[in-house]
């Protein structure tokens, strides 16, 4: 993994918008609809091409594939291993209890998108007998990346978490919830193993802080903590053979615009964080509900072998955040941390979650992204002169 050791590297956190009819089609096939095969493996091939080719038009400096062939940044591995079925009951986010209007508001912003919610169960044991897919993921990658001018600075896949599976989609087959995690991540390790050949593996933890408002929002926070040390030791059991200065780690509150009231301080889950086996923490700090939370990493202090990819740039609105205002939050991110090359600027959280669920419009994406990439020279000027 590069570090910023001559001016701030920009990246973002993985999911990019997809083309309506990619999306269609991806959501369909997860229904259980007959598609188009090849259609869909022709559509997935260019889309994947195509945002490659504009992370670099906008100048970011780590780029990935926008997971551009799969439904959902965590349910398309129901599609990819086996011990899958049915249809899970995943509790409503606090955020959408608490707030009825808000959440029919959400439902009408997005009539169509992929299984969240009623994500298929396990109902067998969980097995990656079939890497496949994921090969054919990193080939179409580094396709992509081989058809760039000029290559980036560095390139990173994501990969999801045993726990935020676990979560999504629930156990009905395992004698305890914690001997399923640890099932996943056996699991998982495989893909993990195959990502970590080529790129830079990011994981994919929301479950660490966004599942204290949602399948556990009934524990305390002590019981909280302790279920997300457990899903952090299943994690760090999944990539023990992988480098930690090959991994990052992005852990967050859920990406939606919404109240987000009863988000878990950052100050309470750092700790747990640091405990995982990576290289960098990707981290939301440009939305509205955590941009204080800086003073929580001055006080506690990043261990020295981790990199902060902190959000200046903020995944649900279509607000694009002025070069100068990301130029701050990126030194104000560099003053936390205590190392300028340790921070490398980025976004929120993803911009196409899943499929169906686009927040952000594609061409504002890109100049968000681009603005990043102006705003991190701003920073740059002012952090080495």
């Known amino acids: 993994m590069r570090k910023s050791d001559e001016r701030i590297l920009t990246t973002h956190v993985g999911s990019l918008p997809r083309n309506p009819v990619l999306s269609d089609l991806l959501i369909r096939d997860e229904a259980g609809e007959t598609v188009d095969r090849a259609e869909l493996a022709r559509l997935g091939e260019a889309a994947v091409r195509h945002v490659v080719e504009r992370q670099a038009a906008c100048g970011v400096d780590v780029v990935n594939d926008g997971e551009q062939p799969r439904v959902g940044f965590q349910t398309y591995v129901a599609q990819r291993m086996k011990g899958f079925g049915g249809e899970s009951s995943r509790p409503r986010p606090r955020d959408f209890v608490d707030f009825p209007l808000f959440a029919a508001h959400q439902r009408q912003r997005l009539p169509k998108r992929s299984k969240v919610s009623n994500a298929p169960q396990a109902i067998a044991e969980v097995t990656y007998d079939d890497l496949a897919p994921a090969v054919e993921e990193c080939r179409l990658f580094r396709t992509a990346l081989a058809g760039l001018g000029k290559q980036p600075t560095d390139a990173f896949m994501t990969a999801a978490s045993p726990g935020i599976i676990a979560t999504t989609m629930l156990n009905a087959h395992y004698d305890t919830y914690e001997a399923y995690v640890f099932a996943l991540a056996r699991q998982m390790r495989k893909e993990y193993e195959l990502i970590a050949r080529d790129f830079v593996l990011q994981i994919?933890?929301?479950?660490?802080?966004?599942?204290?408002?949602?399948?556990?929002?009934?524990?305390?926070?002590?019981?909280?903590?302790?279920?997300?040390?457990?899903?952090?030791?299943?994690?760090?059991?999944?990539?023990?053979?992988?480098?930690?200065?090959?991994?990052?780690?992005?852990?967050?509150?859920?990406?939606?615009?919404?109240?987000?009231?009863?988000?878990?301080?950052?100050?309470?889950?750092?700790?747990?964080?640091?405990?995982?086996?990576?290289?960098?923490?990707?981290?939301?700090?440009?939305?509205?509900?955590?941009?204080?939370?800086?003073?929580?990493?001055?006080?506690?202090?990043?261990?020295?072998?981790?990199?902060?990819?902190?959000?200046?740039?903020?995944?649900?609105?279509?607000?694009?955040?002025?070069?100068?205002?990301?130029?701050?939050?990126?030194?104000?991110?560099?003053?936390?941390?205590?190392?300028?090359?340790?921070?490398?600027?980025?976004?929120?959280?993803?911009?196409?979650?899943?499929?169906?669920?686009?927040?952000?419009?594609?061409?504002?994406?890109?100049?968000?992204?681009?603005?990043?990439?102006?705003?991190?020279?701003?920073?740059?000027?002012?952090?080495?002169?």
Not at 253 to 282: C, K, M, Q, R
Not at 330 to 350: L, Q
Request: aromatic share 6%; with cysteine; hydrophobic share 45%.
């Open 204 to 385: 994919d933890a929301p479950d660490l802080a966004m599942e204290r408002t949602v399948l556990f929002h009934d524990k305390t926070l002590s019981e909280f903590l302790a279920i997300a040390e457990m899903h952090v030791a299943a994690l760090n059991e999944a990539l023990a053979s992988i480098p930690r200065e090959r991994i990052r780690l992005h852990c967050c509150w859920g990406n939606y615009e919404g109240p987000h009231i009863h988000d878990i301080p950052l100050t309470d889950i750092l700790p747990v964080l640091f405990g995982a086996h990576a290289g960098a923490l990707s981290l939301e700090f440009a939305n509205p509900r955590h941009q204080h939370e800086y003073a929580a990493l001055a006080r506690m202090k990043l261990p020295p072998e981790l990199i902060l990819l902190p959000g200046v740039i903020d995944s649900t609105t279509n607000y694009v955040e002025h070069p100068e205002v990301i130029a701050n939050r990126i030194c104000e991110a560099v003053a936390a941390v205590g190392d300028r090359s340790r921070v490398i600027a980025s976004s929120d959280c993803g911009f196409g979650t899943f499929a169906g669920s686009e927040l952000v419009a594609e061409d504002v994406v890109w100049a968000k992204l681009e603005s990043c990439r102006q705003g991190a020279a701003i920073a740059s000027k002012r952090l080495w002169g």
